[in-house]
């Protein structure tokens, strides 16, 4: 079946980085449409980025200029480059992987944002 394992998440300080990593298996990962998801204590699941297959790119207004995210189909994972983290960026960190009427969920990776 297919997977998704998310890992790179952690405590930070604000204004420091991180880089998630999603890697998939048992997919064609290809030709999926990848995305980040982040869902903080008490609040809804948002998306904060998506890399299309042909690799376009967009970003929630709240990340914009400071989170990038890549693909890398040699080796089936994705990635969120994030810098000049805020406190408010702290949530779990979920990787999506859409096709036509097939979505996957990772189990999420923690990224908290303090002092």
């Known amino acids: 079946q297919v997977q998704l394992v998310e890992s790179g998440g952690g405590l930070v300080q604000p204004g420091g980085s991180l880089r998630l990593s999603c890697t998939a298996s048992r997919m064609a990962f290809s030709m999926y449409s990848m995305a980040w998801y982040r869902q903080a204590p008490g609040q809804q699941r948002e998306l904060v980025a998506v890399i299309t297959s042909t690799s376009r790119t967009t970003y929630a207004d709240s990340v914009k200029g400071r989170f990038t995210i890549t693909r890398d189909n040699a080796k089936n994972t994705m990635y969120l480059q994030m810098n000049s983290l805020k406190p408010e960026d702290t949530a779990v960190y979920y990787c999506?992987?859409?096709?036509?009427?097939?979505?996957?969920w990772g189990q999420g990776t923690q990224v908290t944002v303090s002092s």
């Open positions: 999506n992987a859409e096709f036509r009427t097939l979505v996957y």
